[in-house]
């Protein structure tokens, strides 16, 4: 069964950096055929895609946290990043690690990441 594992969420005041890494496992085909994504889920707010990096490497970003957050990925270590910088209150939410190929889709099961004074 394929694997999604983040981890790098913490409680970090505004302005703060955090860098969140995502695993993946157990793939039956190479890590370069996913497409992955960053997701999360703010309290009272539906899911919503935050970064997208595609198989080609290219990338698209939220609106919202253009210029403050990248997302990267290691094809050779299948592990999927996301550095984010001037962390605002309204970024705290649960980040999920997500990848899409022809035939479906994973999920990772969440981190959490707060930011507060």
């Known amino acids: 069964q394929v694997r999604l594992v983040e981890s790098g969420g913490d409680s970090v005041p505004p302005g703060g950096s955090l860098r969140l890494s995502c695993g993946v496992s157990?793939?039956?085909?190479?890590?370069?055929?996913?497409?992955m994504g960053w997701y999360r889920q703010r309290p009272g707010h539906q899911r919503e895609l935050v970064a997208e990096?595609?198989?080609?490497?290219?990338?698209a970003y939220a609106d919202s946290v253009k210029g403050r957050f990248t997302i990267s990925r290691d094809n050779a270590k299948s592990m999927l990043y996301l550095q984010m910088n001037t962390l605002k209150p309204e970024d705290t939410a649960v980040y999920y690690c997500?990848?899409?190929?022809?035939?479906?889709?994973?999920w990772g099961q969440g981190t959490q990441v707060t930011v507060s004074s």
């Open positions: 157990r793939l039956p085909f190479s890590f370069t055929a996913l497409d």
């Open positions: 997500h990848g899409i190929y022809a035939s479906g889709e994973f």
């Open positions: 990096i595609f198989s080609g490497a290219n990338t």
